[in-house]
């Protein structure tokens, strides 16, 4: 995500099915994440996110994690626990 000041911050929104390869370890999400913040400092990750499914199974299994940068951006990548399914769009703003 881009850096979060007077005049930028940044988004990911996540759309799809994550967890395990069973329909009884995955589930669907709609995930919006973004970095703005009064303090502008990139300190802050919020999130909108809506589920349904197996959706405490999809999350032993599978994690979004995000990290700050030096430079003040931030990454998020989709942590996984031995096997996976992702169908899932993940688009940056």
């Known amino acids: 995500m881009r850096k979060d000041?007077?005049?930028n911050y940044g988004s990911v929104n996540i759309s799809g099915r994550i967890g395990g390869w069973e329909q009884v370890n995955s589930a669907n999400f709609d995930?919006?994440?973004l970095n703005r913040s009064s303090a502008r400092d990139g300190n802050?990750?919020?999130a909108t996110v809506s589920a349904m499914g197996e959706v405490d199974a999809a999350l032993a299994l599978c994690d979004?994690?995000?990290y700050?940068?030096?430079d003040m951006t931030n990454i998020a990548y989709l942590k996984t626990?031995?096997?996976w399914?992702?169908?899932f769009d993940w688009?940056?703003?």
Do not use: A
């Open 91 to 93: 688009s940056t703003y």
């Open 31 to 33: 995930i919006m994440m």
């Open 85 to 87: 399914l992702f169908d």
């Open 68 to 70: 700050k940068q030096e």
């Open 44 to 46: 802050t990750i919020t």
């Open 5 to 7: 000041d007077s005049g």
């Open 64 to 66: 979004i994690v995000v």
């Open 81 to 83: 626990n031995n096997y």
